[in-house]
Nanobody
Framework: QVRLVESGGGLVQAGGSLRLSCTAS????????MGWHRQAPGKQRELVAS???????NYSDPVKGRFTISRDNAKKALYLQMNSLKPEDTAVYYC????????WGQGTQVTVSS
């Protein structure tokens, strides 16, 4: 059973920054295309950033230019640097494969005040 643990969320003012971290308990982490997903209240979960096994990244339009995804395969870790945060970024953030293949972790709450 794969265990994903997210951390790093919190309350921040608009324009601020946060860095999210995720660790995975699976040895095949390094070959998986990974992503950060988020779910805002009353909305469906959405993929906001992804990174493939060799570091190629992709971002959804709302976060492009503000968020940066990275990974450390040796540590089985995934990161999301979030800058210039906006109130609409408020959500619970989760890491998983791009398709959400593994069991979802508890996520980490990000709240951006205006």
């Amino acid at each position: 059973q794969v265990r994903l643990v997210e951390s790093g969320g919190g309350l921040v003012q608009a324009g601020g920054s946060l860095r999210l971290s995720c660790t995975a308990s699976v040895s095949i982490f390094s070959i998986r295309n990974m992503g950060w997903h988020r779910q805002a209240p009353g909305k469906q979960r959405e993929l906001v950033a992804s990174i493939n096994s060799i570091g190629r990244t992709n971002y959804s339009d709302p976060v492009k230019g503000r968020f940066t995804i990275s990974r450390d395969n040796a540590k089985k870790a995934l990161y999301l640097q979030m800058n210039s945060l906006k109130p609409e970024d408020t959500a619970v953030y989760y890491c998983n494969t791009i398709s959400g293949l593994w069991d979802w972790g508890q996520g980490t709450q990000v709240t951006v005040s205006s």
